[in-house]
């Protein structure tokens, strides 16, 4: 067996389990048969055969490893070899699901099968562990469910620049010379069933630092059945609008609840930190954060890019109910354009730090309210911007993307 100093390998942290990144230079061996070293080139990232070592948090002690790899044949020969030499004290296990990453050459989204083989010691604990690990290994991103309730926000505002938040996280924000009304969907804000935040804020137009008089936001919020293919009315509920404008008065708002009902909770959600309540400065480890996906992709090594936003569109898939080929083209789409000439920009000198979902999220932006992760196309003038939000999970440092 290796000895390894964890301390330098990059590490990352999932439901209370540390798990080290073993560097790929180095020729491992696993019960004497090479460890693969297999690769997809997708010619702007790559995706390889990983080996990670497992850690229990507390107490500190090692208690097997992560086996990742993209070749079926690769995964065959490491299970005979391993079957070949049983371990009493380790139990082996595997899981197999389809993954896809997009070929920046061909522009096309590519499909893959993964394997993951898990050498873990034996003991109750682990094992049940375990078992986690291979569920959620396995757990379809794109499950269909018998009920999909899609809920909207009706919305009528008059001369104001408005803001619509939901269980504190942003949903729109649009400048209104005049008179609108929209629908608005909202389930990707809601993270689970159960009491639901609105808030809704009028603000001067922009230009202007008065608050129109005549200014107001009605809204309510309707729900719909949408596992027909079809939008079936359900019910809607109360319909409120903001109090009447007084002078001095810097914005106009109100806040509701509604009770949602949805087939969904997204994982880990409540094994999050509140970032907010954190007393030590978060600023340098949110920009290392940033840094790690803008450093690579500077250096033509798109794969922490790409990752990120299939972590956004697969929450998105979630919560909006769309199949995988819905998925795949909404990634296609933004990396498409990534293709075309759109280089990451530095992160600007200015930023301001805002958080959301109650101080569970948090992301960098610029001065004019836009996030902080921007791609430009120096030729066109036109700019990308990435929406990322990050979270904290809790037993770790390291900030990820949501």
């Known amino acids: 067996m290796h000895r390894f100093n964890l301390k330098q390998y990059e590490k990352t942290v999932k439901e209370g389990y540390n798990y080290y990144l073993l560097p790929k230079k180095v020729n491992y061996q696993v019960d004497k048969l090479d460890f693969p070293n297999s690769e997809i080139d997708f010619v702007k990232y790559k995706e390889q055969n990983t080996i990670k070592v497992i850690e229990t948090g507390r107490p500190k002690g090692i208690i097997g490893y992560a086996i990742d790899l993209i070749s079926k044949t690769d995964a065959e020969k490491l299970l005979e070899n391993l079957k070949a030499h049983p371990n009493k004290e380790f139990k082996i296990s595997t899981a197999s699901k389809n993954d896809f990453g997009y070929d920046f050459g061909k522009k096309l989204i590519i499909k893959f099968n993964r394997t993951l083989i898990w050498v873990i010691l034996k003991g109750e604990k682990t094992s049940v562990f375990q078992n986690q690990l291979l569920t959620s290994f396995q757990k379809s991103d794109f499950s269909k469910t018998v009920r999909q309730p899609y809920y909207q926000l009706d919305l009528s505002a008059l001369l104001c620049r408005f803001e619509i938040k939901v269980n504190d996280m942003e949903i729109l924000t649009v400048n209104v010379d005049g008179q609108t009304s929209t629908d608005i969907p909202i389930n990707a804000a809601i993270l689970g069933s159960g009491l639901q935040k609105i808030e809704v804020k009028g603000f001067p ?152 979902a109650n101080g569970k999220l948090v992301r960098f932006i610029r001065p004019d309210g836009k996030s902080a992760f921007v791609m430009e196309n120096y030729k066109t003038g036109e700019e990308l911007v990435l929406d990322f939000w990050f979270c904290l999970p809790n037993s770790s440092r390291d900030f990820t993307v949501f």
Do not use: C
């Open 205 to 356: 137009l922009d230009g202007t630092k008065i608050m129109n008089t005549e200014a107001y936001i009605r809204y309510k919020v309707m729900e719909q059945e949408v596992s027909t293919g079809k939008f079936i009315f359900v019910k809607d509920f109360e319909k409120y609008q903001t109090p009447p404008f007084k002078e001095g008065m810097p914005f106009i708002f109100h806040t509701s609840n509604f009770m949602a009902e949805v087939p969904y909770e997204l994982e880990g959600w409540n094994n999050l930190h509140n970032i907010q309540d954190l007393k030590s400065d978060i600023k340098p480890a949110l920009t290392t954060a940033y840094k790690k996906i803008i450093e690579k992709a500077k250096e033509g090594d798109f794969k922490s890019l790409v990752d990120a936003i299939k972590t956004v569109e697969i929450r998105n898939a979630k919560t909006m109910y769309l199949d995988e080929h819905d998925t795949n083209d909404r990634i296609k789409s933004i990396l498409d354009n990534v293709a075309d000439d759109f280089k990451i920009n530095d992160l600007p000198k200015e930023l301001v730090l805002t958080y959301a």
